[in-house]
C-alpha cells in the first residue's frame, strides 16, 4: 500500500512539472483572430464600430449583465474615444479606448481589464467589402504571462 502511495505522489508530480514546463515553453504573447462575413457596407459597420455608445447593438459581451454600469469619455466616436465598464463576473471591468479610425477599414482599440483578472491587449478590427457584405475580422493580441500559459495548457488539455 505504501508503494502504490509513493507511485501515484511521483506520477503526480511528474505530470505537475510536465504542465510548468510546457507552460513555460509558450510564446510570452497571444493572438486571437475571429473572421465573419456580414451584411452591410463597411462603412455602415465602422460606424457601429467606432462609436462605443453603439456596441450594445451588436457586442454580446453588452447583455451579459444587464446591470452593468457605463461610462464615456473623450471623443464622442472614432479616435480618443473612450468607453469604461463595471459589470458583475461575467463581464468584469475595464477600459477601452480608440487608438485609430481609419474609415471605413480599420479600428483599432487599447483594451485595459482591471477584474477579475488585469490585462492589457489590443484589439484591431478591419472591414473588407466583399461583394454586397463586409469580411469583419477581429484581433486581439498581448502579453500571455505564466497564469495566461497555465491555463490555456490546462485548456488544451480539458477540450
Known sequence: MFEAVIVIAVLL??????????????????????????N???EKIFALISDFRQWGRWSPWETRDPGMKRSYDGA????????????????????????????PSKVLIKLDFIKPFEGHNTAEFTMLPQGSGTTVTWVMQGPAPFMTKLMHCSSTWTG
Open 76 to 103: 464622442e466616436r472614432g479616435k480618443g474615444a473612450v468607453y469604461a465598464w463595471d459589470g458583475n463576473k461575467n463581464v468584469g471591468a475595464g477600459r477601452t479606448e480608440i487608438l485609430e479610425a481609419a474609415t
Open 13 to 38: 508530480a511528474l505530470a505537475i512539472t510536465a504542465i510548468l514546463l510546457l507552460a513555460a515553453a509558450k510564446p510570452d504573447t497571444f493572438s486571437v483572430r475571429r473572421s465573419a462575413t456580414m
Open 40 to 42: 452591410g457596407s463597411a
